[in-house]
C-alpha cells in the first residue's frame, strides 16, 4: 500500500469557494406570481392610506377658488399661506401649544407607571384577589358614572382649570392594561427565577430585567397614551375656563367653530381661512405625531425576546 501524504495547504479547503457553492431553492412560477400580486396588493394598500394625508396637506396650501372648485388632489392648487400664517402668528396657538405638550407628557408618564405596575401585578396568576382585581377593571371599559357625575367629582376635588383634570381621569386605559397584561404573562418565568436566585427583589426584577426587556410592548404603549393625550380636547374644554390653560386642540377647534360664517361682509382673507382652517388645523395637530413614529416604529417590527434566552 502506497502512503499519500497530503500537503496541509493543499488540504486546505477553499472558503471562497465553499462560501460561492450555497445552494439556493429555486423559486417555482407559484411563488414569483404570489410575489408580485402581493407586492403590488400591498403597494395600492399603502398608497390608499397615503392619499388622505397627502390630499389634507395639499388643501392646507390651496387656494379657496381651488378648494371649492374640487380642482385639489394630491398636491397644492394656488399656492398660498393665508390660514397657515394666521394660524401661527398667534401668541395663544404657541402658549396652548406647550400646554399640549406638557399635558401629554406628563400624561403619558403618569399612565405608563400606572398601567406597568398593575398589568404586572395582574400578571401573576398566584396573586390573592387577582380575578376580583380583572373584574373591576373590565367593568369600567363598559359601565362609567357619566358625565355629570365625573363633572362633579372634578370640581369637588378642586382639579378645575388644572392639569389633573386631564390627567388623572383618564390615567389608565383597560384595553391598553389588559394588552400588557397578556405580554407580562407570557414573560418567560426562568429570568425572573435567575434574578431572584442572584438576590434581586422583586422590584429589581422588575426594574433591571422585566422592564428592558419589554421596550416593544412600552414603545408602543407610549405611543397609544400619547396620540390619545395629544388629540384630547373635550375634557379641556369641559373642565377649563381659562384660555391660558387651553390644550393646542381646543385653541383649534374654536378656529374652526369662529370661520364658520358667511357673507357679504367678509373680506377675502376670511374666506381663505374658511375654506380650508380645517385642513391647517388638522395639519398642525397631526404633524408631531407623525414625526415621533419613526423613532417608535423599530420596536414594533423587531422581535420582544429577541436573544435575552439562549439556548
Not at 394630491?74 to 402668528?89: E, I, K, M, R, Y
Not at 359601565?143 to 389633573?164: H, Q
Not at 422585566?210 to 397614551?225: D, G, H
Amino acid at each position: 500500500m502506497v502512503n499519500e501524504v497530503l500537503d496541509p495547504v493543499d488540504a486546505t479547503p477553499d472558503l471562497a469557494a465553499v462560501r460561492g457553492s450555497t445552494t439556493r431553492v429555486k423559486e417555482t412560477t407559484g411563488y414569483r406570481v404570489f410575489t408580485v400580486l402581493n407586492t403590488v396588493a400591498l403597494t395600492l394598500v399603502g398608497l390608499l392610506t397615503l392619499y388622505p394625508f397627502l390630499n389634507l396637506a395639499a388643501r392646507a396650501f390651496s387656494s379657496e377658488a381651488a378648494i371649492r372648485a374640487g380642482d385639489v388632489i394630491a398636491w397644492p392648487v394656488g399656492f398660498n399661506l393665508t390660514t397657515f400664517n394666521s394660524v401661527v402668528s398667534q401668541d395663544m396657538f404657541w402658549v396652548n401649544y406647550r400646554n399640549t405638550v406638557v399635558y401629554t407628557a406628563v400624561a403619558t408618564a403618569i399612565a405608563m407607571a400606572l398601567t406597568t405596575t398593575f398589568a404586572y401585578v395582574l400578571s401573576k396568576r398566584h396573586l390573592k384577589g387577582r380575578a376580583a382585581l380583572i373584574g373591576i377593571a373590565v367593568f369600567t371599559m363598559f359601565f362609567s358614572g357619566g358625565l355629570i357625575p365625573n363633572y362633579i367629582l372634578v370640581s369637588e376635588l378642586g382639579m378645575k382649570n388644572t392639569i389633573w383634570s386631564i390627567v388623572l381621569p383618564q390615567a389608565i386605559s383597560v384595553f391598553n392594561l389588559l394588552v400588557m397584561k397578556s405580554f407580562f404573562e407570557n414573560f418567560p418565568t426562568e429570568l425572573e427565577e435567575a434574578a431572584a436566585i442572584d438576590g434581586l427583589s422583586t422590584y429589581g426584577i422588575f426594574f433591571r430585567i422585566v422592564l428592558p426587556l419589554s421596550k416593544a410592548v412600552i414603545a408602543t404603549m407610549v405611543l397609544f397614551y400619547a396620540v390619545a393625550f395629544w388629540n384630547s380636547w373635550f375634557p379641556a374644554f369641559l373642565y377649563m375656563d381659562n384660555p391660558d390653560l387651553y390644550p393646542v386642540t381646543v385653541f383649534l377647534r374654536n378656529i374652526i367653530a369662529g370661520a364658520t360664517g358667511t357673507g357679504e361682509a367678509l373680506s377675502a382673507e376670511s374666506v381663505q381661512i374658511g375654506a380650508n382652517v380645517k385642513s391647517v388645523t388638522m395639519l398642525l395637530t397631526v404633524l408631531p405625531i407623525v414625526c415621533l413614529y419613526p423613532f417608535i416604529q423599530k420596536y414594533f417590527v423587531s422581535g420582544v425576546m429577541l436573544g435575552s434566552v439562549k439556548g
